[in-house]
C-alpha cells in the first residue's frame, strides 16, 4: 500500500485557495482539519448541523485533487454486503451451469469416487475469487491506484455493528475476506466520515478520526459564500438577506435554513430583480428557505421584528 504526493494540500493556505476556486469558501479551521488529515493518514469525523457543508467538504477535496469520490450513503440496518462487498450470484450460477455441461468432459478417466472429487476440488476456488467479487464502496475505494475520496455520509444514521465494521478497516485499509483473504488498498484513501449528531458515534471510531465540527457560519463568511455562488447580488442585498436568515435561525424551527438555502434565496432574489428586503417579497419567498409550514407561519409572526433586525446591521 502506498500513499499519493499531493501539492494541493501542501498548505492551509493553498488548501483555502484551492477550495475557493471551486467556490467552497471555509473557515481556516476547516481547511486546517484537512490538512492535518491529510499528513497524519487519518480519516476526518464531520459533524455538525445538517446544511453546514459537511458532504460538500468531501467533494469539494475530490474536485481539488482530482480524484474519484466513492460515497457510501449509511443507513439502519447497512451491512458488510451493502457497504464492503457481495459475491456475483448470478455470474456465479451461471458458470455452474457451464460446469453442469462439461461435467463429463471433467470427470471423463477418473478412477474412484476420490479423483473425481478431487478433480472437482480444482474448480472450487474459482467461483470464489476476484472475478467473482462485486466490491461495494468500501472495497472500491481501497481498490483505486492512485487513491480516492472515501465518504461515508451520515455514519450516525448507521447501527453501532457498522462501526465496528469500519473500525477494522480504517485502522489499517485492508479487509479479510474468508475465501480469498486479505486484501490490502492500493493506495490508501482520504476518508471523510459526516454525521448530523442523530445519536453518538462510539469512542472508538471517535479516536481513530480527527474532529471537526462546522457550526453555521458567521455573517461575514456566509456573505463570501453568497458573493462567490451569487456574485451579481448587489452588496447591500447580500447583507441584508444573510442577516435575515441568521436571525431566522434563531426562531425554534423545525428545519433551520441551510447555507443552501440561503443561496438558493440570493437567486431567487435576484431573478425577482430585488435591491432590498420588505415583508411583501419575503413572506412570497419564504418557501424558499423554509421547508415546513408551521416554520413559515412562526417567521410570518416574527417577520417585523426579523426584518428589522436585518435592516438595522
Request: glycine share 4%; aromatic share 8%.
Amino acid at each position: 500500500m502506498h500513499t499519493q504526493h499531493f501539492p494541493q494540500l501542501e498548505s492551509v493556505e493553498r488548501i483555502e485557495q484551492g477550495f475557493e476556486s471551486f467556490g467552497y469558501i471555509c473557515s481556516s479551521k476547516i481547511a486546517t482539519a484537512v490538512y492535518l488529515a491529510f499528513q497524519l493518514r487519518k480519516p476526518v469525523l464531520v459533524e455538525g448541523p445538517p446544511g453546514v457543508g459537511k458532504t460538500e467538504l468531501a467533494k469539494t477535496t475530490a474536485l481539488l485533487l482530482d480524484t474519484p469520490l466513492i460515497r457510501l450513503q449509511c443507513y439502519e440496518g447497512l451491512d458488510e454486503a451493502k457497504a464492503l462487498y457481495e459475491w456475483k450470484y448470478g455470474k456465479q450460477l451461471l458458470y455452474t451451469q457451464v460446469l453442469k455441461e462439461k461435467l463429463g468432459d471433467l470427470l471423463h478417466g477418473a478412477r474412484g469416487l476420490a479423483e473425481s472429487v478431487e478433480r472437482l476440488h480444482q474448480f472450487g476456488d474459482i467461483f470464489y475469487s476476484e472475478d467473482f467479487l462485486e466490491p461495494r464502496p468500501l472495497l472500491k475505494a481501497m481498490q483505486q491506484d492512485k487513491g480516492a475520496i472515501l465518504l461515508i455520509d451520515e455514519v450516525d444514521k448507521s447501527d453501532y455493528e457498522f462501526e465496528s465494521l469500519l473500525l477494522e478497516i480504517l485502522s489499517d485499509y485492508q479487509v479479510s475476506i474468508p475465501e480469498i483473504g486479505t486484501i490490502k488498498a492500493r493506495t490508501a484513501p482520504m476518508v471523510f466520515l459526516t454525521s448530523n449528531n442523530t445519536r453518538d458515534i462510539s469512542d472508538a471510531l471517535k479516536r481513530r478520526c480527527l474532529h471537526l465540527y462546522i457550526p453555521f457560519p458567521t455573517v461575514e463568511l456566509e456573505e463570501r459564500i453568497v458573493r462567490s455562488r451569487v456574485p451579481d447580488v448587489d452588496e447591500k442585498l447580500r447583507h441584508q438577506l444573510v442577516e435575515f436568515v441568521h436571525s431566522l435561525r434563531q426562531l425554534d424551527l423545525k428545519k433551520t435554513p441551510a447555507i443552501s438555502e440561503t443561496i438558493d434565496w440570493a437567486r431567487s432574489l435576484l431573478l425577482l430583480h430585488t435591491d432590498s428586503l420588505d415583508q411583501d417579497l419575503v413572506r412570497s419567498t419564504l418557501n424558499v428557505l423554509l421547508k415546513f409550514e408551521d416554520d413559515i407561519e412562526a417567521a410570518e409572526a416574527e417577520l417585523r421584528g426579523l426584518l428589522n433586525g436585518s435592516a438595522d446591521t
